[in-house]
């Protein structure tokens, strides 16, 4: 029998919670690239706070409203001009429209067809041969508690000012900078009456083979507080993705249960990445993983996205407050009610902002994904080979292969190299990898998740 007096316990006690805590914790490099860090540091909460105050200005942003100096429409006009003056910082390569459209009727929130409008500008890629669109939305319609109501006050400072606002700001300070590839920057219309603004843009996108590389969709993003938990709380945020793909195929699904890989889909690869990137230039800042395409009861623009195939995410706050939601403005027994922007955290909306600001930059100024990514399934061995193709625009200067364990939310080891294929020690059954190019400046693409290579 073996006897530990106390002095010894002590001493076993503190060495195991040293080592479980070499265990639990690497290291991570923080190595912002300077134009990117210079733009992040560009979002300003005051400009936001402008841009928040003077959407819920208007008496409604409902997608009905008709208004044309108060309403919607003058709302829309707004946005356009806010996105028409940056664009003289862009040499010509920013435009910015009103997309009309025709919302068909459907007898629910839309009771007949009605006129539309999505306000878009669009910075062009400097790479001719580049096609990759990245987009950031928003939606500008607003509501309150009767979802049919286009008459009455319906502020909407946080759903979705806050994530309109940060459609205006990214645009006001990506302008004068340039991108290989384009980028979107919407303020969508409809979401509250059936995701209408968004579903127009990405059935036309799909039928027009417009090549969407990602979607990063935020929907109240500007609030820190949560109402009956109470809690106050500007260090998180939440990114939605879905887990199945809505739109996955018979023939994508059982590849999927070959491989173990429904922690894998590309919104999920998406929210990861976003995670990485925004931590990286975002200090007091976590990016939370959350494992649905949103919350219950709730939907969001990402989701038509995703339906049509594309790479679709969730940006959203943390901590909710339903007294500001979908509320009529109003003192009830001594409680304010409306989403009024007098409930916002405009410091917290600047760090949202911010996070979009990175992940979309280092996108857009990444080469594009390593083409037929594949591991090698073959044989019976304890090393993992993964083989795939450069991709087909864009300078790389290399590779990471990407590694973690089957249980692991988010990618521990990074293996660099400059060909196009690795052979690891680690096996292929107990670990899953990605590949994402490096380009020569530095910006990772997304990662892809390689397929098995069988035969
Ligand atoms: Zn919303």
Redesign the pocket.
């Known amino acids: 029998m073996l006897l530990i007096n106390p002095t010894m316990r002590k001493i076993l006690f503190t060495f195991s919670l040293a080592a479980m805590a070499n265990w639990g914790y690497s290291q991570t490099i923080i190595h912002r690239n300077p134009e990117i860090a210079q733009m992040v540091s560009e979002i300003s909460s005051d400009s936001l706070e402008a841009h928040v105050r003077r959407l819920a200005s208007f008496n409604t942003r409902h997608t009905l409203s008709t208004d044309s100096q108060n309403g919607m429409p003058a709302a829309q006009d707004w946005v356009l001009s806010k996105f028409q003056t940056y664009a003289t910082d862009a040499n010509g390569r920013m435009t910015a429209e009103i997309e009309r459209f025709t919302i068909p009727g459907d007898g629910r929130r839309i009771e007949q067809d009605s006129p539309g409008a999505n306000v878009v500008a669009t910075l062009k890629g400097t790479d001719p041969n580049d096609t990759r669109i990245f987009i950031i939305s928003a ?1 500008m319609d607003s509501r309150n508690k009767n979802v049919m109501d286009a008459e009455n006050p319906a502020p909407g400072a946080n ?2 000012g806050s994530g309109t606002a940060a459609v205006i700001e990214l645009a006001r300070v990506m302008a004068s900078h340039s991108f290989p590839a384009t980028i979107k920057f919407v303020a969508f219309t409809g ?2 009456q059936g995701l209408k603004g968004a579903t127009y843009m990405s059935d036309k996108a799909q039928e027009e083979g417009w090549n969407i590389a990602a979607v990063l969709n935020n ?2 993003v500007g609030n820190s507080e949560s109402s009956g938990t109470l809690i106050k709380d500007n260090l998180k945020m939440r990114v939605f993705s879905e887990t199945i793909p809505a739109s996955e195929s018979e023939r994508e699904a059982a590849i999927r249960r070959y491989s173990g890989s429904d922690n894998d889909s590309k919104s999920r690869q998406l929210a990861r990445y976003i995670k990485e990137v925004g931590e990286r230039y975002v200090d007091q800042f976590e990016v939370k993983l959350i494992y649905r395409p949103d919350r219950f009861l709730r939907g ?1 623009d990402q989701t038509s996205f995703a339906r049509n195939g594309f790479t679709a995410v969730r940006m959203s706050e943390m901590n909710e407050h339903f007294i500001h939601q979908h509320e009529n403005v109003r003192v009830e027994d001594g409680i304010q009610y409306g989403d009024l922007p007098e409930f916002m955290d405009f410091e917290y909306l600047r760090k949202v902002a911010a996070v979009n600001l990175a992940s979309l930059a280092t996108l857009a100024s990444s080469a594009d994904q390593p083409q037929q990514v594949q591991i090698d399934v073959r044989g019976l061995s304890n090393h993992s080979i993964l083989l795939w193709e450069a991709p087909k625009v864009g300078k790389v200067k290399g590779y990471y292969v990407l590694m973690r364990e089957t249980s692991s939310p988010v990618w521990e080891k990074k293996f660099y190299t400059t060909e196009t294929n690795l052979t690891i020690p680690y096996s292929k059954d107990n670990y899953f990898f990605a590949v994402q190019s490096v380009s020569e400046n530095g910006s990772e693409s997304l990662a892809v998740f390689p397929s098995p290579l069988t035969r």
Do not use: A, K, R, T
């Open positions: 939606h759903d979705d979401e509250e929907d109240i969001g």
